[in-house]
């Protein structure tokens, strides 16, 4: 599951237009416990595309560190 932070980072996209597809419908999200949005990439990538991770230039825009491997 995603949090809306890591949801963003994914598709490249902020947080507002995440919350937004959320508040409208598009993308189902729960809340968990602590009150941080838990959203499945399934229902995320169906609305908004993932990143590609063959595209260098595309990695170096908009690749959020919160996705990279550990020791990278």
């Known amino acids: 599951m995603y949090t809306l932070l890591t949801a963003a980072a994914a598709v490249g996209r902020n947080k507002t237009a995440i919350l937004r597809a959320i508040k ?5 999200a729960l809340r968990a416990k602590d009150g941080e949005m838990q959203i499945d ?6 609305v908004f595309p993932p990143l590609r991770t063959d595209d260098a230039q ?5 690749l ?8 990278k």
């Open 24 to 28: 409208v419908g598009k993308i189902p």
């Open 41 to 46: 990439p399934a229902d995320l990538y169906r």
């Open 58 to 62: 595309q990695n170096h825009l908009y």
């Open 64 to 71: 959020s560190p919160l996705l990279m491997p550990a020791g």
